[in-house]
DNA sequence: GACACTTTTTAAACGCGTTTAATAAGTATG
DNA sequence: CATACTTATTAAACGCGTTTAAAAAGTGTC
């Protein structure tokens, strides 16, 4: 369907957006025929092809055989070509910067850390870009992940890192590096690469809960799209009101007990955790709520969810489910930074 | 901008988007020039300049006059045509089942009030809409309020209803009626309408917060959509935990005090509702929360302000807003069948 | 092994929005 | 009052996706 408030909808904008399904369709098939990729995208036969003809001919996709016949003439059978473009990833944190370079399989191809650039500014940054480049001139995106907030994918404000605070990084690499970025929070990165893993359809909301060491927060994903806020403050659940005087923050620092937030979490912290997903359900009533595998899993998740029952009907809980979070927040910078090679023209 | 994922984005769907989008800023901005309509939808001028005229053809707008000259030749001004097209909005109520005949400006031209049909069932809804389209057959559309959990605008299922439960009102009605219709809960169908009069734009997430005398319960727009949940049970604030052991319905009941749920508030229910606004504020950050102003209004909405303070740093509480209920539930109703008007063709 | 039947692929014609150029309708000024 | 300058409107040419028809490439059967 179309959107109109605000974008343009010209025809050119069309073709790139039949461009990218097409794009997107096939790596999600792997490999498929022009008439299935015309079936399953929507998208009328000619078109398919022709988009198909000019991909193979720049190299970006290829043939990779012939179908058996199914009673008339055997269709070609297209794949993309993993070695055509490549994406990166950075993750900005507070110790180290790690990065990870990827083709549009997923597949990485190095991962590397240095010392956190978080102090020393976007300089530094684009000085570890520019030479992550030179060594993989292919790539043609990148996706950064801040432990902040973010507006818009564009500009962001983390609180103690003044030379990143309201910098539009998204602009600066267009310029500096003739290259498209995305910048995104860790949280958020998390939840987009969860979804896609378990589906990737938009479907029902889904948090991420992370309890965290510098305190607890979420990532929110409502009707597909991350959830923001008015003022960059969603998933700041710390906050909730738990008790009569705690909020979820305090009474999870009062009942975390000597193994403090791993795994075989204490009866009070279940309950503090169980409170707050049943405030979840009850305003988001979200299909399932994430948790760090390392943090929360199998007996301590069914703990929650027996708890969480007392406060609200059984069938409205969500699924409790425990991931790696580490890589969830990679596959969803590698999304993020994928829609951006997906969206480009030739 | 294009959303591929599922529907077909043919040229004859582009046509009808932008055919929409004309009538909407047309609507919006009361009357327009050609110029104007086309920089604000961002569509060529050519292409406003036809579809107007097919308009104007169609009896479906007209000339209202010339502009002043700026300098070179005056423009010819446009306005819709308010007596073109009517549309419906019914209320299924628990008493009674009210509705409303009013043209594209908004302008209620009859409202009426019935026996509650959701005891009868479907037919006895449907032969109250035949009988209302009898007397205005301009009626193009129409939207359902009802009390209950929807599912993507078409079935729904009310708990002690059976005759509805379950039942694809809207394809009913396209059937029966040749009409098209939305089914709309009560709640989203106010904070549809909140939203649209007060800017319209998607902006940041908003809450209406309704307390009840049947239960609180609240309607959730994220990013411009209504939230819903996995099993329809967003905005099921009731069941939030609130003190040790109770949750956000059962301390309003024990707070209510005499006046129960009627404007000024004793500081029981204040603080109940304050640590409510204060988990919103934490878990989706919305940049306003509506009040119906018979249940809270000015000292009352200061005060829950100033409890909600203690939970969470004022900057990002949300803007308590006294608001007319039955007014934003009606002009929630209007925009659902004003929407499905303006996508219909010629 | 030629003929009918499928299925895939290519080609032509059409609809629609856009960009670019041309025309029409005013205003200001000498 | 005629000429230059603005602004609105109309017309022509182009790009893109779609629908519809034609051609190409296989498979099976008598």
Redesign the interface.
Known sequence: ??????????PQ??RL??L??VRLKLLRLGSATKAELSRS????FPTVGKLLDRMVKDGEAKVVGLDESSGGRRALRYAMNPEHVLGLAVFLERDETVFAVFDCLGDVKERGRRASVLDEGPDALAELVREIVRAYPKIGATAIGVPGAVNGGRAFHIPDYGKFRDFDLAAYFEERLSMPAVVENDMNAAVIGYRDRSGGT????VVYLYLGKNGPG?G?L??G?V??????????????????DR??ERALDEEGGPGRGRDPLPPGAVEAIA?LV???????????VVFNREEASGETLAAIAAKGAE???A??L?RLVASDWTQDYLLGLQRLALDLLMAKEH
Chains 1, 2 share one sequence.
Do not use: C, Q, W
Not at 202 to 205: N, R, V
């Open positions: 369907m179309f959107e109109t408030e605000g974008g343009a909808a010209n904008a069309m957006a039949m990218k399904a995208a929507g998208i009328s938009a479907g029902p909301p979420a929110l409502v009707n799209d959830v923001r806020g008015s003022t960059f403050f969603s998933g700041e659940v710390s906050f909730v009101p738990l008790d009569r909020s979820f409170r049943a405030s979840l359900a009850a305003i988001l009533n979200p299909g399932e406060y609200v009907p069938e409205h969500p």
